[in-house]
């Protein structure tokens, strides 16, 4: 019985220990303390306590003696670790060190300090953002019919371009005293979001020049002089910049490009100058048809040794002229039927003076850490904003929508299938917005978070696609039927664009947010690595000795805290005191899941070392749990921001319990999958001790959600906010705000009309016929209502009928007609038809 006190005891002590993380000498302390108590109270036999003794002196003094501990063991296993280390090569180990890690980091440390990001200050517009937001944003939107661009012009019109040259569109990031608005992130992020919730088109092309490219290349790494020259021109829009770094053999691989400059002596403006001869084959280049600048990247090589020792220098960015001779540029694809500008150039020998490199001859070879770490922030800009704007489209009009369409005399909103597509909608929108927000947020606060923009790039877009597959679901063939009447077709066709660019998903999925974040957000990981690089053997020893006994007591403490979270439901975790009540559980759920994934993933690094970057589908599991705590930050972010709306309640609580859930299955995909059968059973009984305690978020909950979409309020107005609201009365979405208004006043109306044909005040049916019309007719003359009353039921009726018309066109399509307006036989041309008719 003694004996099993005792065992008890210690088994307790070291799992206390282990949660605290404590210190090797407090370890010593407890365990000499429990073989002392041992020998004391005789709770084991006198050989198994002398045993014990012995093995502790021999542990305890090399591990508490810096010296011996790493010659007898931290030497050793840096030499392993030196041997298994999968090879890195240069560009990877740019990718993987671009940039900052933040909120990452804390999520990854198993304790995350909530104060951190509750304390983080929540971005606001200046004044002269919010004019911009509120003045030139609206008026460019209002310049714009997406469907006269995209199907008449096949491009912006040019008073459009103009515009956007001319109110400083393309110079957001740029800084003002190169004449740019030198906007912060969130600024920029609300443009952008407002752009995408009316045209992808315009979104694009603004897009594109303040994210990598040109602009922000030479902001960060230019010379003073290409600064002084290039930034106020493209900030003004005499210049139209692209940025080239796809190849046809080289698309998520762009490291690979196969496209190279020779350092070479040659020709330009009558000089004999040092440059390369360049010669390249891109496509997709977004604004590359009309483009007067060409940001270009390809590997240099100086075989000749003319500026180096080395032959292989590396990736290059070049600023080149598309004037310039051997330039063929102006071709185009045809972007799944958006019109912006993307297309194919190509070059081959064109000779390019030194000081064409960003940066000049400095900065050859230093291209990919270049772009890197532009990604890093910029990626965590543009394509969330666009999948968030394109998701607010689709909130706002569908909501509107299911309202105003009946089916079986029921708004359609109100059947549960209908329901839970709105649910879906209503929630991701809310999550997305906060990720968002909170992501732009950080890069104003001077941080460059790859693996958080990664995240964001990834998940704002993807859950984009699918809040607008949704909505596509519930406006049934009125999505379906292209015309200038459909307000989601265009979103639905362009979503994929953003899946694809910067990254494209199932790769960031896979190789990026977890390959990246274990490396870059764990405390020890990196500095092992970077140990095992250092060539002084003293201090690679000693960084080595601290980072792995750092890294086992990480583990253990991971492991400790997973266990002890899962087996008390994370009850006594600590949370900031004035965080919302209603949202306490949630950090302390999140806190469990930030101590599993740390233990998880230190079990799967140790256990599948290299192998574990071909375990894509592991690593993008464990992924999907970083993604899923940083979504969920987010949310739990938004909620205290904007003052705890109880309101908005039911979408915070959604959204949070779909993420968990989720976060539970991605552990359990881990797990069921784990290559090592034995390990995974461990894994499973620390993760799970009680089995899995998450649902997917009650039916009732996604009621409440679901009903917030349908009416006005102010809930909708800050779920949709930064939205485009169009007032035309031809505008599709306009349509539906003034029909959902109409009906909800009507409908009173309607329901006392009913009721007195009920007590008889008057007949509905008789005389028959005359619908609608007729029925307001004999109420009015019954008393029943007023005559405004009556056009107020029928101006409802009218507007929804505008709402739920599709577009129909002729035979041909107007095939005919287009051809002899524009001369070009295979484009549809529907609308011309459609614009004539009207
Ligand atoms: C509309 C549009 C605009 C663009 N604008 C520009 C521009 O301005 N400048 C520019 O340089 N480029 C531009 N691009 C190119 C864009 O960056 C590439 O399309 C992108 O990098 C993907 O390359 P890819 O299309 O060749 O696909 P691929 O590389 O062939 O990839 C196909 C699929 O395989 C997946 N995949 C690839 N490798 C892995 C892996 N290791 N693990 C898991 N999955 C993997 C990808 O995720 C993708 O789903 C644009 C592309 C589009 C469509």
Redesign the pocket.
Known sequence: MLTLIWLMAVLLGMLVLAYLNASGILWSAALAGAIAVAWGTHALPGWLSLALSALFVLLAIPLNIPVLRRKLISDAVLAAFRKVLPPMSQTEREAIEAGTVWWDAELFSGRPQWRKLLDAPTPALTADEQHFLDHDVEELCAMVSDWETTNIDRDLPPAVWQFIKDRGFWGMNIAKEFGGLGFSAFAHSQVMTKLSTHSGTVS?TVM?PNSL?PGELLAHYGTDEQKRYYLPRLAKGLEIP?????NPT?????AAIPDYGVVCWGEHDGKRVLGLRVTWD???????PVATLLGL?FRAYDPDHLVGDKGDIGITCALIPTSHPGVEIGRR?M??NAV?Q?GPNWGRDVFIPMDWIIGGQPMLGRGWRMLMECLAAGRGISLPSSGTGMAKLAVRATGGYARVRTQFKTPIGRFEGIEEALTRMGGNLYMMDAARVLTAGAIDMGEKPAVLSGIAKLHLTERGRQVVIDAMDVVGGKGIMMGPSNFLGAAYMQLP?AI?????????R??IVFGQGAIRCHPFVLKEIEATRESDSAKASAAFDAALFGHIGFTLSNMARTLVTGLTGSHFVNVPANVAPETHRYYQQLTRFSAALAFLADVSMGSLGGALKRK?KLSARLGDILSLMYLSSATLKRYEAEGRQQADAPLMHWAMWDAMFKAQTAFEGVISNFPNRMIAAVLRRFVFPLGRPYFVPSDALGHDVAKLLLEPSATRDRLTACMYLPTSAENPVAQIERALTATLAAEPIEARIRAAAKEGKFDPKVPPGGGLDALVARAQAAGVITSAEGAQVIAARDLTAKVIRVDDFPQDLGLSQMVGAHGQAAVPAAAVVHKAAA
Request: proline share 3%.
């Open positions: 694009v594109v490219g692209c940025f080239a770094l796809t080289a698309g998520s691989d762009a891109k496509r997709y280049i977004t604004l590359g990247a694809h972007p799944l912006f993307n664009v694809t660019v910067e990254g494209a998903n199932i790769l960031t896979s190789l894509e």
